[in-house]
């Protein structure tokens, strides 16, 4: 089992920068994907972002390549997600995922658990116009 704990959401206005965290316990996290998803009200989940256990690869949303930028820090167990330029339709409930093993691309596009094993309760991000 592993445990995320999600950190770091709250209200900015358009333009702004957010930048969440995710504490992991319960596995070895440096053998460990992790990733990001999101769930704007009234839409289905969306999956944002993933980054492979080194680090060297990563994934990301039409949506949120050029502004989001995922990274892992494994000596304090904590992946991150930086977010700038963010707008209105970026508002949502971002949940932290990990997961056992690398995927394709087309797999965390498809939900609803994209290729990921494990799941926080998420973080609200609210983006003022």
């Known amino acids: 089992q592993v445990q995320l704990v999600e950190s770091g959401g709250g209200l900015v206005q358009a333009g702004g920068s957010l930048k969440l965290s995710c504490a992991a316990s319960g596995r070895k996290f440096s053998r460990t994907v992790m990733g990001w998803s999101r769930q704007a009200p009234g839409k289905e989940r969306e999956f944002v972002a993933a980054i492979s256990w080194s680090g060297g690869s990563t994934y990301y949303t039409d949506s949120v390549k050029g502004r989001f930028t995922i990274s892992r820090d494994n000596a304090k167990n904590t992946t991150f997600l930086q977010m700038h330029n963010l707008q209105p339709e970026d508002t949502a409930v971002y949940y932290c995922?990990?997961?056992?093993?690398?995927?394709?691309?087309?797999?965390?596009?498809?939900?609803?658990?994209?290729?990921?094993?494990?799941w926080g309760k998420g973080t609200l991000v609210t983006v003022s116009s």
């Open positions: 995922a990990a997961g056992r093993y690398w995927k394709d691309s087309s797999d965390y596009e498809r939900g609803p658990d994209f290729g990921m094993d494990y």
